[in-house]
């Protein structure tokens, strides 16, 4: 015990994962202690803990639109994007696949898995924003089309993909088709700011992530249109449906399905005021730096953008460099590839926004949280400021 108060954190890494809100984890804290039952035993503990289960299922099978039985729960969103790829292709011979450039490598690794067994994939260009041309998934398709997986928005640079456009598109080519094209999305990084519903987004398929949306790490969950043949990729005791064995997580499902329900109800107009605050702040104050994604817009509507989402590429700088010397100032931010563990790889996602080396090396993103204030911001963009000078400067010195 120093004594010593610590400095408060800037945490502006919302996307990597936000911190549990505090009514979730009250939520939570009877499946920890008193209602430690397992769902699956027929007891009083065990319904006890069945009650959560199953009410948990409720909430998030109304968010979405779907019924109780379509919503099957897992360990996270690379659980669930990896149960919906690899469950609804095993019972098929390997056959076509489209997906895009810049998905998770929760998509991805599963997506170069399958090509290992066969199956031909065709990762699709974006444009300069990130976004996929519906025109180009039409010019895609095979007669053997098994699957299209596209995220919903984008984890590095926020773009919002046409989701519901290109249900649309599958629903109509599926009317004249043999083999159904099924249509998963990672919408990881969607929940409190787009819409969630499936029957909208006429998807058959959706992977959501607990950790996203204030709601605890390890936990998430997988959408399953009725109808739609999936096998599972954990065997046992047939938990889940029979989809995903194991003893559930009955105090992380309950906190994710409370973390949702709250998220749903946020107006994120603030955040999304100080998103546009910053990024204008920085594109002044900052020479030779540039934004990364598409445009803001003033409104939510319009915008293809996800709210909370800031990307740039600053000239000539060492990102990883840039993001440790924030981190001594108090401030967490990512660089753009966070999501892996192995930080010498250039982001894939930014190579395929067409941005240059000189430029790529030196992008670091800051996303935004309901826990943001302006104040924070401005002590943001004046340390940013300072500390892009000073590696300017000392080039050569910091690799
Ligand atoms: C975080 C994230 C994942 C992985 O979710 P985990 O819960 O960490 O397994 C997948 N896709 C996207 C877009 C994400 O942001």
């Avoid at 035993?41 to 959560?52: I, N, P, V, W």
């Avoid at 998934?137 to 640079?157: D, F, G, H, P």
């Amino acid at each position: 015990m120093s004594g010593m108060k610590k400095a408060k954190l800037v945490y502006l890494d919302y996307a990597a994962t936000a911190p549990l809100d505090p009514i979730v984890k009250k939520t939570m804290e009877p499946f920890l202690s008193e209602f430690f039952g397992n769902p699956s035993s027929l007891h009083e503990k065990g319904l006890e803990a069945k009650r959560g289960l199953d009410s948990s299922r409720e909430i998030v099978s109304k968010i979405l639109g779907a019924r109780a039985e379509e919503i099957i729960f897992t360990s996270g969103g690379t659980e669930s994007c990896n149960l919906a790829i690899f469950g609804s292709l095993k019972n098929l011979k390997p056959g076509h696949i489209i997906t895009s450039q810049i998905e998770h490598h929760a998509v991805l690794e599963p997506m170069q898995e399958l090509e290992r067994l066969g199956w031909k994939v065709t990762y699709l260009k974006v444009d300069a924003v990130g976004s996929v041309d519906i025109n180009d998934i039409k010019k895609s398709i095979r007669y053997n089309t098994a699957l299209v997986s596209i995220m919903y928005a984008n984890n590095e640079i926020g773009t919002i993909e046409p989701i519901a456009e290109i249900g649309k598109l599958l629903l109509t080519l599926n009317l004249k088709r043999k083999q159904k094209i099924l249509f998963h999305t990672d919408a990881c990084q969607a929940p409190g700011y787009l819409n969630l519903n499936v029957n909208k987004l006429l998807v058959d398929l959706m992977s959501l992530s607990g950790s996203k949306f204030y709601g605890p790490k390890g936990v998430g969950a997988l959408y399953v249109r009725k109808g739609t043949e999936i096998k599972p990729i954990v065997y046992g005791g047939g938990q889940e449906f029979g989809f995903r064995s194991g003893t559930e997580n009955v105090a992380g499902i309950v906190g994710m399905a409370k973390a949702l329900e709250l998220i749903t109800e946020t107006n994120n107009s603030k955040i999304l005021d100080l998103r546009n605050y910053f990024i204008t702040k920085a594109l002044k104050q900052i020479t030779s730096i540039k934004l990364n994604g598409p445009e803001p817009r003033r409104n939510t509507g319009d915008d293809v953008r996800l709210p909370n989402n800031i990307n740039f590429s600053i000239k000539g700088l060492e990102g990883e460099a840039l993001m440790l010397y924030l981190d001594a100032h108090g401030i967490c931010a990512s660089t753009a590839s966070a999501c892996s563990t192995s930080s010498t790889e250039r982001s894939h996602v930014i190579k395929s926004i067409g941005v240059k080396n000189k430029w790529a090396r030196g992008t670091i993103r800051f996303t935004l949280g309901k826990h943001t204030t302006k104040k924070e911001i401005d002590y943001v963009i004046f340390k940013l400021k300072v500390l892009v000078e000073l590696l300017r400067r000392s080039k050569g010195t910091i690799k």
